[in-house]
């Protein structure tokens, strides 16, 4: 099992690419489905979840011609690695389209494998799929999704740890959904890939239908964008109501994804958690408010260096002392992204001050303060909250990454932390960032990658286990 292996106290400094977003490919790969026509998709990110996706995809009736293009291995050369561009085009196109079971050995490896369910369901009249089950973040349920769908039309069973939907009986024997109002709201606000799903299910259903509390993140309407290229009829994604006039069929399209507003967020905590100076390209600003407002809050200098395009800015994050204490709450889209909280956390541990982290989206996401407070941060964690003490220093030790963003966590903290930081796990990490070790070491981190205590390249994605390809 690989890990990272961290000297920190190095200040990041340079230029980086931020790649194209894991949370936007993951629904648009599973909109192919919708279509016969191929679906052509840039700058998905060579990503073990992408990966796996297109691995479930070709089981469900998909071909991959272009393959997701591995990472030069040159450019496992710090240097090169800062050039980074976007990976070669993604083509897939559905050549069957029966299968329409999404199994559990597939699911439990990708808990996004659900968003194939919308999908599915309107395009074969019926979906089968693993209930994904619980992770290190929470309990994680897809009630919504399921909810979302019904009201559609489907009929529900559940068989086996699977949930069965079945679209209602058209005329001429197709079973086809029917538009409806449709409220996605829960106890923790909006579901992403719920309103992914309805919202695609949606686009072929028969009539109008209206997504209330829809998820107002940019993967939802970069979603749209899309499937409105491939002839959908689409307004509002991006806010609470989403209104969607089915159509008898779809085309393909040619789409590049949004860049990673998460990836981003994550480069911008190094550079601030080690007193660096680092610009960003590709960089989602827009995507970024409420992150860059607490950056701003701590004493980061967040700097648009190109404003024509805030989707895919140019930006500048520096800093050169310890941050100043800050208090977040996460939140839907554009409040505060939990995917930034465990990152946020690090920076905040060093702070001169005390901070408070509310979780409101994921409130059981904290397995990284055990590991912080092995590094020396000042945590307290009461219910959905982590009281932060500012510390002066961090010091260095062994780590074990528990999940994706929590493993960005550790790596963030390591990099500030006086010593060596051994982060163990980083298979999580490897699900979400495209080598992520090869990107700090080129703004000039310490990080090296070992395998079973022996140094390794930064590895490929084609390194880790995949889910087997059925095909
Ligand atoms: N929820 C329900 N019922 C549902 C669905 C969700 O109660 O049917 C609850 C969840 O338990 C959670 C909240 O609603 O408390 C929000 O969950 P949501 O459905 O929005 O999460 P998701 O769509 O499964 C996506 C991202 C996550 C990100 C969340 C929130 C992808 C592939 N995943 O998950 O990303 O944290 O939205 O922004 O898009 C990550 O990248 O590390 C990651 C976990």
Redesign the pocket.
């Known amino acids: 099992m690989d890990a990272f292996v961290i000297r920190g106290g190095r200040p990041l400094s340079g230029s980086i690419r931020v790649n194209g977003a ?2 936007a490919a ?1 629904p648009l790969m599973a909109a192919a489905l919708l279509t016969d026509h191929p679906v052509i998709l840039r700058d998905v990110p060579d990503l073990t979840d992408t990966r796996n996706m297109r691995a479930l995809l070709v089981e469900l009736g998909c071909q991959s011609d272009t393959p997701v293009a591995f990472t030069d291995p040159l450019s496992a050369h710090p240097a090169a690695h800062a050039d980074r561009g976007p990976t070669a085009p993604l083509t897939l196109q559905t050549t069957v389209q029966t299968p329409h079971h999404a199994r559990y050995e597939i699911v439990r490896t990708m ?2 494998s659900v968003c194939v369910l919308g999908p599915l369901l309107a395009r074969r009249g019926r979906a089968r799929v693993a209930m994904p089950g619980g992770c290190a ?9 399921v909810r979302g769908l019904a009201a559609l039309g489907a009929a529900v069973e559940l068989d086996a740890g699977d949930v069965i939907l079945t679209a209602p009986d058209a005329t001429g024997g197709d079973r086809r959904l029917v538009g409806a109002r449709v409220y996605l709201g ?9 309103t992914a799903n309805v919202m695609s299910a949606a686009t072929l259903a028969r009539g109008r239908t209206m997504i209330e509390c829809a ?1 107002c ?1 940019p ?1 939802i309407a970069d979603l749209a964008r899309l499937l409105t290229a491939m002839g959908a009829r689409i307004r509002g994604a991006g806010t609470p109501r989403i209104t969607i006039d089915g159509v008898e069929s779809l085309s393909g399209a040619d789409h590049t994804l949004i860049p990673d507003r ?1 990836e981003a967020g994550t480069l911008m905590a190094a550079a601030a958690i080690t007193r660096g100076d680092v610009t960003l390209t590709n960089c989602p600003l827009d995507a970024l408010v409420a992150f860059t407002e607490t950056l701003t809050t701590a004493g980061v200098t967040v700097e648009e260096l190109d404003a024509r395009d805030p989707l895919r800015a140019r930006c500048r994050v520096r800093s050169d002392a310890p941050p100043a204490p800050a208090h977040v709450t996460t939140q ?1 889209h554009p409040g505060f ?3 930034l909280q465990a990152q946020t956390m690090a920076l905040l541990s060093l702070a001169r001050g005390n901070s408070v982290l509310t979780e409101r ?2 409130p059981q996401r904290f397995l990284h303060v055990a590991e912080l407070v092995r590094l020396g941060a000042h945590l307290e964690h009461e219910g959905p909250s982590v009281i932060v003490s500012g510390t002066e220093r961090l010091i260095g030790a062994p780590v074990m990454a528990s999940d ?2 929590a493993s960005a966590g550790l790596v963030l903290a390591g990099l500030a932390a006086q010593g060596e930081t051994t982060v163990r796990r980083v298979y999580h990490l490897d699900r ?1 960032y495209d080598q992520l070790d090869a990107a700090l070491a080129s703004l000039g981190a310490d990080i090296r990658r070992v395998r079973d205590g022996v140094p390794v390249a930064p590895a490929r994605v084609g390194d880790f286990p995949a889910v087997p390809v059925v095909a």
């Open positions: 894991k949370n993951l808990r996004a973040i929470g309990d994680r349920p897809i009630d919504l999704h829960g106890r923790f606000g909006s579901t992403v890939l719920g998820a993140e993967e998460i839907p992204p939990t995917d989206v994921f994706l963003r979400g």
